[in-house]
């Protein structure tokens, strides 16, 4: 078994401001993912990174920059905070293996509100 | 574009009832569906998936149905309980080097009413 450590719990900020989430787990995964979740619209994929020092773009990745500096941990930077953006954002971790799908193990997320 | 859609959007169903809750896919190069299940407060957890080579996949109470050729998937809960109230995701996934990139339905918010 392991968990997915995000924090903070709940991050306010002002507008224009820059802020950082953060992101740990003891799976030993090697891929690891960024979701954004607001009220009604389902899960979007902002980043994700397959091995230590990788990233990749999801479909909601403009605005936000990532940084993964280990294998366990993966931390996503909000640029320029706006207030139309305040949502959950969700840290996941899984295995990939060739022709092989593996279960995404989530964070209990990261409560963002933007004054 | 919304590339998985799912319906409806909130259900409620009376403790010991069957749930149906369905999706819908657009992209063919989906070739396996997750349904996840997210409690208040916290982040959601895999529930059952199903690969696109098969038709149903059965876990207990929960069962998922799959139609390839009309891009089309349901959840099946029997015997609903009030600890499954939840909001539910379906997911598609496409597989990407070293990474399954899911694309998730808005979600159904289940009550189960005792």
């Known amino acids: 078994g392991g968990i997915i450590t995000q924090t903070p719990k709940f991050l306010i900020g002002q507008e224009g401001q820059k802020l950082t989430l953060k992101c740990q787990q003891n799976?030993?995964?090697?891929?690891m993912y960024w979701y954004r979740q607001d009220s009604g619209k389902g899960l979007r994929l902002i980043y994700y990174?397959?091995?230590?020092?990788?990233?990749q773009k999801g479909d909601l990745s403009e605005g936000y920059d990532a940084s993964r500096e280990k294998k366990s941990s993966f931390s996503l930077t909000v640029t320029s905070a706006q207030k139309n953006e305040m949502a959950v954002f969700l840290c996941?971790?899984?295995?990939?293996?060739?022709?092989?799908?593996?279960?995404?193990?989530f964070g209990p997320g990261t409560r963002l509100t933007v004054l | 574009q919304q590339q998985v859609r799912q319906s409806p959007q909130s259900l409620t169903v009376w403790e010991g009832g069957t749930t149906v809750l369905t999706c819908s896919y657009e992209?063919?190069?989906?070739?396996?569906f997750p349904w996840y299940q997210q409690f208040p407060g916290e982040g959601p957890a895999l529930l059952i998936s199903i690969l696109s080579v098969s038709d149903k996949k059965e876990d207990g109470r929960f069962t998922t149905f799959f139609n390839k050729r009309e891009k089309k998937l349901s959840l099946h809960i029997i015997d609903s309980q009030p600890g499954d109230s939840a909001t539910y995701f379906c997911?598609?996934?496409?597989?990407?080097?070293?990474?399954?990139?899911?694309?998730f339905g808005k979600g159904t918010q289940l009550i189960i009413q005792p």
């Open positions: 990174s397959i091995t230590e020092n990788d990233l």
């Open positions: 799976f030993n995964h090697d891929t």
């Open positions: 997911a598609a996934s496409a597989r990407a080097e070293g990474a399954d990139r899911l694309t």
């Open positions: 992209d063919s190069t989906f070739n396996y």
């Open positions: 996941a971790s899984s295995k990939v293996g060739l022709g092989v799908f593996y279960e995404q193990y």
